[in-house]
């Protein structure tokens, strides 16, 4: 059972256009939700976060959507640069409900970013 | 934020046999985890490390397979035992900086397991 699906394995996207990940969930009691970046040989590096009581957060080049009735959440990297080319994975965890940090995440999906 | 080093950073070991993995991380730290990642799967918790305690499993991985130790608030081991090419992965730690309070964990470089 995935409850948090990366539906797209990979995403092209040229310099300076905007690059848009998404990730789908399945539990309602998932409060919280992260995007990590992935460099190969490396572990992944948090990127950015928003709680469910929210349906924005922007940081930088790097905002985050979240639609709680379509159990939906986005990336958006607007410029992408090339150094943006990573693999990107979603993740989410029931924090108020289990109070423990369990972190579960989709399948990643491959950004490049062409000159 | 924390910065997390593993050893080894890869090995190649035989079926049958035991690698132990360590994770250091640079400030103290009150959750260590430690996730798989299969080929071309996501990552998965194998178990939370607590400081003192025993490890707490995910569902499908148990104390035998993975001991897991946790001597203090900077440092964890993992342990793979009785290995067979099905364990071949790569095998992560996390740390979670925040006391528990935004759940970011941040994680170390991984360590790449490879098994004949």
């Known amino acids: 059972d995935q409850q948090v699906k990366q539906n797209s394995p990979s995403l092209s996207v040229q310099e300076g256009r905007i690059s848009i990940l998404n990730c789908d969930y399945t539990n309602s009691m998932f409060d919280y939700f992260l995007w990590y970046k992935k460099y190969p040989a490396e572990g992944p590096t948090f990127l950015i976060s928003?709680?469910?009581?929210?349906d924005k957060n922007e940081d930088g080049r790097f905002t985050v959507f979240l639609n709680k009735s379509a159990k939906h959440l986005s990336l958006h990297i607007v410029p992408s640069q090339p150094g943006d080319s990573a693999v990107y994975f979603c993740?989410?965890?029931?924090?108020?409900?289990?109070?423990?940090?369990?972190?579960?995440f989709g399948q990643g999906t491959r950004l490049t970013i062409n000159p | 934020s924390a910065v997390i080093s593993q050893k080894p950073s890869r090995d190649i070991c035989q079926r049958g046999t035991s690698l132990t993995i360590q994770c250091q991380v640079d400030?103290?730290?009150?959750?260590m985890f430690w996730y798989r990642q299969q080929p071309g799967q996501s990552l998965t918790l194998i178990a939370t490390?607590?400081?003192?305690?025993?490890?707490?499993?995910e569902s499908g991985f148990v104390i035998d397979k993975f001991p897991i130790s946790r001597p203090n608030l900077t440092f964890s081991t993992l342990t793979v035992s009785n290995m067979s090419p099905e364990d071949s992965s790569i095998y992560l730690c996390s740390a979670d900086t925040s006391g528990g309070l935004l759940d970011t964990q941040y994680f170390g470089p991984g360590t790449r397991l490879t098994v004949l």
């Open positions: 928003i709680s469910s009581i929210k």
């Open positions: 993740a989410a965890s029931a924090l108020r409900i289990q109070g423990a940090q369990k972190l579960v």
């Open positions: 400030s103290q730290v009150t959750m």
């Open positions: 490390a607590n400081q003192g305690s025993e490890a707490t499993y």
